[in-house]
């Protein structure tokens, strides 16, 4: 069956998106509200994921075959919003088939497929974005803008806590889950990958599914991280803390207004000028929160993929910032399961 859709085309980069389950709906809002794109196709294999679709969007053409949504020729773009062991496949299907891809975090679920991907992508000039979606995040950028700038001088440390009483995947383990968003916050800010990544995990729940994990990552610049993971929480914390040489903050994106809190707080250490002399200043001065802009994050993201679509630019969370985060996860799973350290 055919589709011929409705609205222009001019200008409009027109997208199909796969996979209607938990998170294609989010994608698929905030597509709709974008004046750049058209979505002509949504595609899931569950038939019943179509009636949903159809009664609030009747320009959008509902299918359950991959291939009618390839062999479209008026299809620019993908959007991959399946589950993560599906991204590969699904991904180089569509690149092979002369379309750019928006694909979901984690980008694959090992880095010789990210490797794989982004070599097809690169060979066919097409644009490969991963969804990291909180690098589009108005405070995640924010605290980008205060690094680059120097702010909080030389970072020491960061720690992080990502729990709630979540959704148990029944096919990836908390760590393919949840860490990505810390990983590509971490790449995004710190702009390199760890050089060792160690962690713990366990499966309190669902036997062989870790639901619960800590992580420490370890960077060639010095910069060490602790990441907290898991599905098993009284409460739910989205708290990441960044202790500079000059400054320290807070990003708590559970708050409503002050997501980031930048305290003019620090210890500084004076050369001894004699024996047994030790002296350490400690300062505590504002506390300040900037001002941040509402923005959606996902209507900012897909905005950037459409943007790099028609431009040819480089998205920020390309394959290469995609390979990065795989790499910490498979990582992060091999030590969980060896009990050491893994190099990268
Ligand atoms: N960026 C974010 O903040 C964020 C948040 C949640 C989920 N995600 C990501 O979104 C992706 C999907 O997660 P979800 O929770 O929506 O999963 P889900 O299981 O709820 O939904 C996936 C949908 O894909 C469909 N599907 C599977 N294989 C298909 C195929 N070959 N062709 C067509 N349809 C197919 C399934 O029928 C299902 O409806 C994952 O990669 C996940 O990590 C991202």
Known sequence: ???IGKGSAVSRTVVALIGYGYWGPNVLRNYM????????????????RGEPITAR????????????VLADPEVDAVLVITPIS??????MRALQAGKHVFVEKPMATSVEQCDDMAAAAEERGLTLMVGHTFVYSPPVRLVKRMLDAGELGDIYFVTSSRVNLGLHQSDVSVIWDLVPHDASILHYWLGEVPSS??????????????DVAFLNLRYASGVIAELQVSWLSPVKLRRTMVVGSRKMLVYDDTENVEKVKVFDHGVDFKEPTTFGEFQLSYRTGDIVSPKIAGSEPLLLEASHFVECV?????????AIAGRAVVSVLAAAEKSVTSGCPEQL
């Open 197 to 210: 990544v160690s962690a713990v995990g366990r499966s309190c729940i669902n036997n062989g599914i870790p």
């Open 33 to 48: 509200e974008l004046p750049s794109a058209r979505v002509k196709w949504v595609c899931d294999a569950r038939p019943e």
């Open 57 to 68: 969007y009747p320009s959008v053409c509902f299918t359950t075959s991959y291939d009618e």
């Open 1 to 3: 069956m055919g589709c």
């Open 310 to 318: 028609q431009t040819g630019a480089r998205p920020i969370t390309d």
């Open 86 to 91: 599906t991204h590969h496949e699904l991904t």
